[in-house]
Each structure stands twice: as C-alpha cells, then as structure tokens.
C-alpha cells in the first residue's frame, strides 16, 4: 500500500515536497509514479520513476518544474514541486506506473489509497 503525504496551502510560485511511502520489503522492485487528479478534471499521471532511480519520466505539463526521487533504503519516493502554479491544485496519490506512448499510466488495480491535497492560492 502506497500513501503520499505532505501536501498544503502554498502560494503561487512557492513549493512544496511530496512524499510517498511503502510498506514491504520488495519497495525497490517497483516502478512509482504520481498521480494527480482536481475537481472536474480527468486524473493525470505527472511523475515516473524507475526502481533503481536512474529513468524519470514526467508530463509536459510538470518538466522544468517537478523533480521526482527515491530513497529505496526508506521505502519513500519524493516529489519535489517548485513555481507551482493554480492549475497544480489536486489530490495527489502515488502508485506503481507505466510509461506507454509517453503517458504515464497507473499500473495497478484497486483503491488509490491515501491521497494528499496540494492546493495553490493566494
């Protein structure tokens, strides 16, 4: 089970650093990525990472902007958001993942588990 946290108000511009965290002892098996999904808009994969760290994929939306990372010795991948913008307002949920055709794509079934709601005003 994968749950993120970390998320808050922040003004435009600002920053915040997500967290994601596992249980189980095969966390450095699998490929994670986060998702975000706001009110009245389609859920979007933002961020892949592959199980060693060395590949990063991230939604055109994001790049230049969002750094993601992983501790496999803490079961825990990171989210690193900077100039954020209103527009990356959501509940972001982190989960294994899938590049296909350059989408990032949840690749697991059931429930997104605990979300963490980011939310940029000022």
């Known amino acids: 089970q994968l749950q993120a946290f970390g998320g808050g108000l922040v003004q435009p511009g600002g920053s915040l650093r997500l967290s994601c965290a596992a249980s189980g002892s095969t966390f450095e098996d699998y490929v994670i990525g986060w998702f975000r999904q706001a009110p009245g808009r389609e859920r979007e994969g933002v961020s892949c990472i592959s199980s060693s760290g060395n590949k990063k994929y991230y939604a055109d939306s994001v790049k230049g902007r969002f750094t993601i990372s992983r501790d496999n010795a803490k079961n825990t991948v990171y989210l690193q958001m900077n100039s954020l913008k209103p527009e990356d307002a959501a509940v972001y949920h982190c989960?294994?993942?899938?590049?296909?055709?350059?989408?990032?794509?949840?690749?697991?079934?059931?429930?997104w588990g605990q979300g963490t709601q980011v939310t940029v005003s000022s």
């Open positions: 989960a294994t993942c899938a590049v296909l055709a350059g989408v990032i794509v949840r690749d697991s079934f059931g429930s």
